[in-house]
């Protein structure tokens, strides 16, 4: 196990549901992060959180609400999802974003489908 | 603009064997590397990382060797075990105000025949 929990592991969907996903990291980190992985696509990087406070959002639709109450928990809020919104969200985190050696250590995401 | 992307996206070997996977990247200013495994059903998971001022490191039956000049960068797995069989990622993160993002490849899937 790497330290950082995500729930739920799977989750199903409508478009006009309203959802969160949970992160929890327990490896005393200050940077936490949303990244989506989509079939044969790259990781793509969502959002950036550094000591709560949002340091990027790499131009994520506004139907992804993230929030980030304290430096061990993340969420993130769907609403209104679109069906190729489906993929595996992952969540890591790190001891600081502006480390450039700072390794993120990565739960083991929820597989989001969205009908 | 950023980019890394990998050769291959599929890669078998025999058990016993050893593997090399590869990677390219275009930006190569105060770029630092990492690659990870995602066995099926996980997160992606930390291997071994190398800084641009190096050529090469080495870790339990991995080595990672950075080619500057040719902006390449490979992974190799010696005595390759079923349980190495997972996808492999290479990503690039640069440090200072890009407060750690970091540019995955694609992956590559490698699969370890008893």
């Known amino acids: 196990e790497t330290g950082v929990t995500q729930t739920p592991r799977h989750l199903v969907m409508g478009m006009t549901n309203k959802k969160s996903l949970k992160c929890e990291q327990h490896?005393?980190?200050?940077?936490m992060y949303w990244y989506k992985q989509s079939a044969k696509k790259p990781l793509e990087l969502m959002f950036v959180?550094?000591?709560?406070?949002?340091?990027e959002n790499n131009s994520v639709p506004s139907r992804f609400s993230p929030e980030c109450p304290n430096s061990s928990h993340l969420f993130l809020h769907l609403h209104t999802l679109q069906p190729e919104d489906s993929a595996l969200y992952l969540c890591a985190s790190s001891r600081s974003p502006t480390g450039s050696t700072d390794t993120q250590y990565f739960g083991p995401g929820t597989r989001l489908t969205v009908l | 603009g950023e980019s890394v992307g990998l050769h291959l996206p599929t890669l078998s070997v025999q058990e016993g064997d050893n593997s090399i996977i590869n990677c390219a990247y275009s930006?190569?200013?105060?770029?630092?590397f990492i690659w990870y495994k995602q066995e099926s059903g996980k997160g992606p998971q930390f291997i071994i990382d190398?800084?641009?001022?190096?050529d090469k490191r080495q870790g339990q039956r991995v080595t990672v060797l950075l080619n500057k000049t040719v902006k390449h960068l490979s992974l190799q797995i010696a005595a390759t075990q079923p349980g190495d069989s997972a996808v492999y990622f290479c990503?690039?993160?640069?440090?200072?105000?890009?407060?750690?993002?970091?540019?995955f490849g694609q992956g590559t899937i490698l699969t370890v025949h008893p």
């Open positions: 930006n190569s200013a105060s770029d630092y």
């Open positions: 490896l005393g980190h200050n940077a």
């Open positions: 190398i800084r641009s001022n190096m």
């Open positions: 990503a690039r993160r640069a440090g200072g105000t890009s407060y750690g993002k970091l540019t």
């Open positions: 959180y550094n000591f709560k406070e949002q340091t």
